[in-house]
């Protein structure tokens, strides 16, 4: 049994698809945004900040954009990909690249709620004869493997409306334009996730503030996160995590299918199974 083999793999390379430390993995969208709204005397440019998120997290993003860099002492990975998510179902996709000192390769990851389908040369190797895919259950890995299994696949535009409504403060820094879009710029500091959450206590998550776009029609255009989390829980060195979201279409439609089951080997017995 190839038991935890995968993991070394899946944290050091797919971690700089989005790695997480964010208590969004459990927490919805819409109760974070609550949870923002109901601050005491948010300045006005929080305000708008926080009506955005709220906006645009009731909207699917049938386009987005992903770019980042995970740095972890010497080694340094970078992604770009695209993809489509919808927040108010939880279901979505990516095709990602990874590049790094050995050459470049793709993941492609399928969500549904509380599930993820991860394919990629990364982790064919340890998949059983005419399986394609490796599927994750987070309401269950995070114990299984021992750290946030979600957090270390990829940043969903949930999880990321999630760190922005936990927003303390936030003002207007300058414009930009993407996509022939007139965007207002903001510099938005953040709650750091309590000691007592339980994926801090294993990630131990830092964000610095976070920087957003927001369009004329009060939709959220790009995110862009810094913060510095670990990798692994028994160690203490943190890997420093850049990722910038695109969202290019917000609206339209979001459909997504499984794949077939198969091709498709659970995770559990996959990475944290006994033997």
């Known amino acids: 049994m190839r038991h935890l083999a995968l993991v070394p793999v899946v944290a050091l390379a797919l971690v700089s698809a989005g790695c997480g430390g964010s208590g969004t993995a459990t ?21 708008e900040l926080i009506d955005a ?18 740095v972890l002492g010497t080694t340094m990975l970078n992604l770009n990909g695209s993809g489509v998510y919808d927040t108010v ?70 999880d990321v409306f999630g760190i922005l409504a936990r927003v303390t403060g936030a003002t207007k820094v300058g414009s930009t334009a993407l996509g022939g879009l007139a965007l207002t710029h903001y510099k938005v500091t953040v709650r750091q996730f309590p000691a007592t959450d339980p994926i801090e206590q294993l990630t131990h998550a830092v964000y610095a503030p976070v920087d957003a776009w927001i369009d004329k029609d009060g939709f959220i255009r790009r995110v862009a996160l810094d913060y510095r989390a670990r990798l692994d829980p028994a160690k203490p060195k943190l890997a420093r995590v850049l990722l910038t979201m695109d969202f290019l279409t917000v609206g339209g439609k979001v459909a997504v299918s499984e794949p077939p089951a198969a091709q498709v080997e659970s995770g559990d017995s996959t990475i944290g199974g006994n033997g």
């Open 27 to 47: 927490t919805t969208t819409t109760q974070a945004t609550t949870t923002a709204a109901a601050a005491p005397m948010a300045s006005p440019a929080a305000q």
């Open 53 to 70: 998120v709220t906006t645009t997290a009731a909207q699917p993003i049938s386009k987005l954009g992903l770019s980042g860099r995970l």
């Open 89 to 158: 179902k939880e279901i979505g996709s990516y095709t990602l690249t990874l590049g790094g000192g050995s050459g470049n390769t793709s993941v492609e990851e399928i969500f549904n709620q509380e599930t993820i389908w991860l394919r990629s040369p990364l982790i064919a190797g340890a998949l059983p004869a005419g399986k394609q895919w490796i599927k994750i259950d987070l309401a269950t890995s995070g114990a299984t493997l021992g750290f946030d299994f979600k957090g270390l696949t990829a940043e969903t535009p949930a």
